[in-house]
């Protein structure tokens, strides 16, 4: 089985700034890679699909980036909307699914 | 607008079998471009994938949870079904019904609103 590794697990940062979280991959998984955004109560939504495009209507200030095992993640410009956890998921070793542990953000 | 509204009970006794029906609103379960599947988040943990269906019926598992599911579709009541036997407290969490896209990637698009399902006697 594929693993996924997020990190950081948790970050703190402040309104403005900018924010990275990467994934590794335990095998190359080329770039099918997502990413979603999970507020507290509620059902993920994807952000980001195959490593870097932005799904329809999400904010130009989140990006994504990478291929085989390392990923990266990144909000350009943290807003205080962004507060949530995101996941990082691999869809190579179908049909699983896998979901990254996870980092939660929250404003500094 | 396309909804997917998961039902089923809340307490379900351990190793008994955790029954959840999601019903699709708004598209057709028979679409070929996505898939239908289940993932859980246990309190305050992150997500697991159960597994998926196709409308055909055609299935696939986590590994780690196969030997105890089993996934169904009904496309007259556009309606997929999860059933996860002898259940224990490691159960617990909230099930998320979802479709899949499975076009140019393959990434979820739309959930449900979530069921928690609590394993206690």
């Known amino acids: 089985d594929i693993q996924m590794t997020q990190s950081p697990s948790s970050l703190s940062a402040s309104v403005g700034d900018r924010v990275t979280i990467t994934c590794q991959a335990s095998?190359?998984?080329?770039?099918?890679l997502n990413w979603y955004q999970q507020k507290p109560g509620k059902a993920p939504k994807v952000l980001i699909y195959d490593a870097s495009n932005l799904e329809t209507g999400v904010p130009s200030r989140f990006s994504g980036s990478g291929s085989g095992t390392d990923f990266t993640f990144t909000i350009s410009s943290l807003q205080p909307e962004d507060i949530a956890t995101y996941y990082c998921q691999q869809y190579d070793n179908l049909p699983s699914l896998t979901f990254g542990g996870g980092t939660k953000v929250e404003i500094k | 607008q396309l909804q997917l509204q998961g039902s089923g009970p809340g307490l379900v006794k351990p190793s008994e079998t955790l029954s959840l029906t999601c019903t699709v609103s708004?598209?057709?379960?028979?679409?070929?471009?996505?898939?239908w599947g289940w993932i859980r988040q246990p309190p305050g943990k992150g997500l697991e994938w159960i597994g998926g269906v196709y409308y055909s019926g055609s299935t696939s598992y986590n590994p780690s949870l196969k030997s105890r599911v089993t996934m169904s579709v009904d496309t007259s009541k556009n309606q997929f079904s999860l059933k996860l036997n002898s259940v224990t407290a490691a159960d617990t969490a909230v099930y998320y019904c979802a479709r899949v896209i499975r076009t140019v990637a393959i990434f979820v698009t739309h959930w449900g609103q979530g069921t928690l399902v609590t394993v206690s006697s």
């Open positions: 708004g598209d057709s379960i028979s679409s070929t471009s996505y898939y």
């Open positions: 095998q190359d998984i080329r770039n099918y």
